[in-house]
């Protein structure tokens, strides 16, 4: 078979030039080197050109899986994914903050100005921790009685009505003197199951939730229980 000599370009039969003593079975030059000196100005422009819209490409689909990638990193920002951790984080410590009436875990469940006003709401009445919490959800503690505990059963959740958040905007502000961000309040179906020595009581309600300087906290919760005597 003939071909040319990529180093001299000799056309020849066999393995080695005859001219130069190229060797095609000790040198190895990429197909493109080696077929580029035999091209017209045509085809080079042409491979140019080839070679141009590859990179276009290449730069194209790396962009378009940089965005891709970004977008499910906000989504999983926006949703509790990562970043802060779940939104359920907040309300099982909510709840056990309840049970337990450990009133810095009550709070902690809070953004820093709810939290603020609850601790200072807390010294002004002159309780302890403890009692502020057994006073403030007695009527659980006198359902369940002593030894309580709590498991929060989760029902999904779901953006609050615009009203419900122009409602908690106002409110906000009116309390704490700011404007708060709302575009992550969301509403979590649940049940609250409280048990202790003397009977139970599931609380089934909504916790509204607020993710701010990326931590899920809780704002409220609309309470409504049934009770089971044991």
Not at 50 to 58: A, I, M, N, V, Y
Not at 214 to 222: A, I, K, M, S, T
Request: hydrophobic share 35%; proline share 3%; charged share 30%.
């Amino acid at each position: 078979m003939r071909r040319n000599c990529p180093n001299c370009g000799e056309r020849f039969e066999g393995r080695v030039c005859p001219k130069c003593s190229w060797d095609a079975s000790k040198a190895r030059v990429p197909a493109t080197s080696q077929d580029d000196r035999f091209l017209t100005d045509e085809q080079r422009a042409a491979r140019r050109l080839l070679d141009s819209d590859r990179k276009k490409d290449r730069k194209l689909l790396i962009f378009l899986i940089v965005l891709a990638a970004a977008a499910c990193i906000y989504i999983f920002y926006r949703n509790g994914l990562i970043g802060g951790g779940s939104y359920k984080k907040p309300i099982d410590q909510y709840f056990s903050g309840i049970a337990n009436r450990d009133f810095t875990s009550y709070v902690g469940a809070m953004p820093p100005l709810m939290e603020a006003d609850y601790i200072s709401e807390r010294e002004s009445l002159g309780y302890t921790e403890y009692e502020y919490l057994d006073i403030l959800y007695s009527d659980i503690f006198e359902l369940i009685g002593e030894n309580p505990t709590v498991e929060v059963e989760y029902f999904g959740r779901e953006r609050p009505s615009e009203e419900q958040i122009r409602a908690f905007e106002s409110s906000y502000l009116a309390v704490y003197g700011e404007t708060i961000k709302t575009d992550t309040v969301y509403g979590v179906d649940i049940i609250a199951h409280f048990s202790g020595d003397s009977g139970s009581a599931d609380i089934e309600q909504v916790c509204y939730i607020l993710r701010q300087g990326g931590r899920w906290y809780v704002v409220g919760c609309d309470f409504n229980y049934d009770e089971t005597q044991e």
